[in-house]
């Protein structure tokens, strides 16, 4: 059984009270902006988990993905495109220690930028179109 919660419409989301996922199997579904040619993703986690997802997202006509994990306590952001190689920024560590911790992501065009708590990773992409794209799901797997 899978458990989300579906926003349609233009909204800029804003939880004034933590939301809980409670399984690896449970999500929650927000919109993007598919005007955009930019990502814009900030939030914040805790979790005890070392591997777990935070945030996918396919890009714009089906061309690739993104998927933003934590593997061994480290925020990883891997980004699919057809006919690319895979493409994976590293940030942060020890991300798994129960504390909250702050992630912002931010794309346009060939370059993306990863922070976490504070600390900064830039990175240029060859041939990469980052769009704000149709739906963001926080969680799961």
């Known amino acids: 059984m899978w458990s989300f919660v ?3 419409g233009k909204v800029s989301f804003s939880c004034p009270q933590p939301v809980t996922v409670l399984s690896p ?3 929650l579904v927000l919109p993007g902006n598919s005007e955009e040619d ?3 993703v900030i939030f914040q986690f805790r979790t005890w988990n070392r591997d777990g997802y935070l945030l996918f997202r396919e890009l714009r006509h089906g061309s690739g993905s993104f998927a933003l994990f934590l593997k061994d306590g480290k925020l990883k952001l891997s980004l699919f495109q057809l006919g690319q190689s895979l493409r994976n920024i590293t940030a942060g560590a020890g991300l798994n220690d129960g504390q909250w911790h702050s992630v912002s992501l931010s794309a346009k065009w ?3 930028s990863l922070v976490v708590d504070g600390d900064i990773a830039i ?3 060859v041939a990469v ?9 926080f969680g799961g797997k």
């Open 110 to 112: 060939s370059h993306v």
């Open 25 to 27: 199997r449970s999500y």
């Open 6 to 8: 579906l926003f349609q």
């Open 38 to 40: 930019k990502v814009s």
């Open 129 to 137: 179109l980052m769009d704000s794209g149709v739906t963001y799901y």
């Open 123 to 125: 990175h240029p992409l």
